[in-house]
Structures are given as structure tokens and as C-alpha cells.
């Protein structure tokens, strides 16, 4: 099982940027793809952006292509979220996943570990 822990949310305003952090440990840590979901109030989980350990290939929602960027440092065994342009839409809870199949789905079903998550809060 491997333990995930976030950190980097916050309150911002509207085109201000954050980084998120996912640190991993426990047995396998580091050795499986890692995605980001977030649920805002009253909504399901969605999928964020997510990167395979293999090949370090990213994925990316079509809501968040081209302002967040997802990245990992293998000596830390953390996965970072750059989160740049923040609309108030993208406020929500945002949690990283362990996916140990390595897949780097978009697919919450497919994840086997799941961190506590980070509030993200962004004021118009």
C-alpha cells in the first residue's frame, strides 16, 4: 500500500497560480502512475491530469490542457500539480491517486490508494 500525502492549497484570487504537491511512501511508492482528481461541492470526482512511472507520459483533462502542468521528481517520490490561470471553476477538493497497474487513467476505479486532499479556493 502506498501513502500519499498533499499539500500547496489554498485561498487565491482568479489567475493567480499554485503548486500542489503529492509526496509518496510505503512499499512500491514511487513505482506506479499518479493522478489528480478534484470534487468541487455537490459534484463527483473528476479527472485532473495524471503520469505514468513507466515512460513519465502526462495526461490532461480538457478543462485544464494547457494551464496545468503535471511533473514528478523521482528522488523525493513526489508528483507535483502546477496550476497556472486558476478560474473560480476550479475550486474543489484535489486529491492524488497511486495507480499501480501503471496506467495513467482517467478513471478514478482504476487508482488503488488515495491521499486526504487539499482544498483549492478561487475567488473572482
Known amino acids: 500500500q502506498v501513502e500519499l500525502v498533499e499539500s500547496g492549497g489554498g485561498l487565491v484570487r482568479a489567475g493567480d497560480s499554485l503548486r500542489l504537491s503529492c509526496a509518496a511512501s510505503g512499499h512500491g511508492a514511487g513505482r506506479h502512475a499518479t493522478g489528480w482528481f478534484r470534487q468541487a461541492p455537490g459534484k463527483g470526482r473528476e479527472f485532473v491530469a495524471s503520469i505514468r512511472w513507466s515512460d513519465s507520459r502526462t495526461y490532461y483533462a480538457t478543462s485544464v490542457q494547457g494551464r496545468f502542468a503535471i511533473s514528478r521528481d523521482n528522488v523525493k517520490n513526489t508528483v507535483y500539480l502546477q496550476m497556472n490561470s486558476l478560474r473560480p471553476e476550479d475550486t474543489a477538493v484535489y486529491y492524488c491517486?497511486?495507480?499501480?497497474?501503471?496506467?495513467?487513467?482517467?478513471?478514478?476505479?482504476?487508482?488503488?490508494?488515495w491521499g486526504q486532499g487539499t482544498q483549492v479556493t478561487v475567488s473572482s
Open positions: 491517486a497511486a495507480d499501480s497497474c501503471d496506467s495513467g487513467s482517467d478513471a478514478s476505479a482504476e487508482y488503488d490508494d
